[in-house]
């Protein structure tokens, strides 16, 4: 079993910041890729940023420049730092972990619960 427990989030201003965290946790034997994903009213989930296991970061072309994944392997947990942050923003945020437990040979995708990120203007 594994469990991506999400903190951070909440209210900002337009132009302000956040942090988000997403730790992993459970009968872990590596984690390949992590990574966010947000998902706007009435809109599909969409990619934010994602990081591989060798630090290779992927980001969304909305968010270039204002956002920073990163990762701390020890720790199995993963970052999403926001700048500059629009009201095109405002969504609910998902992490997202590509990983292989102990004893089974696939590897299995595993998400956060969410949590909310409102952008005021």
């Known amino acids: 079993q594994v469990q991506l427990v999400q903190s951070g989030g909440g209210l900002v201003q337009a132009g302000g910041s956040l942090r988000l965290s997403c730790a ?3 009968s872990i034997s590596r984690v390949n890729s992590m990574g966010w994903y947000r998902q706007a009213p009435g809109k599909q989930r969409e990619l934010v940023a ?3 296991s060798g630090g290779t970061t992927n980001y969304a072309d909305s ?6 994944i ?11 730092e926001m700048n500059s942050l629009k009201p095109e923003d405002t969504a609910v945020y998902y992490c997202n972990a590509d990983l ?3 004893g089974i040979v696939s590897p299995v ?5 969410g949590t909310q990120v409102t952008v005021s203007s």
């Open 100 to 102: 292989f437990l102990l």
């Open 70 to 80: 990163s990762r701390d392997s020890a720790k199995n947990t993963v970052y999403l």
């Open 109 to 113: 995708v595993s998400w956060g619960q």
């Open 50 to 52: 994602t990081i591989t």
């Open 24 to 26: 992993a946790s459970g």
């Open 63 to 68: 968010v270039k420049g204002r956002f920073t």
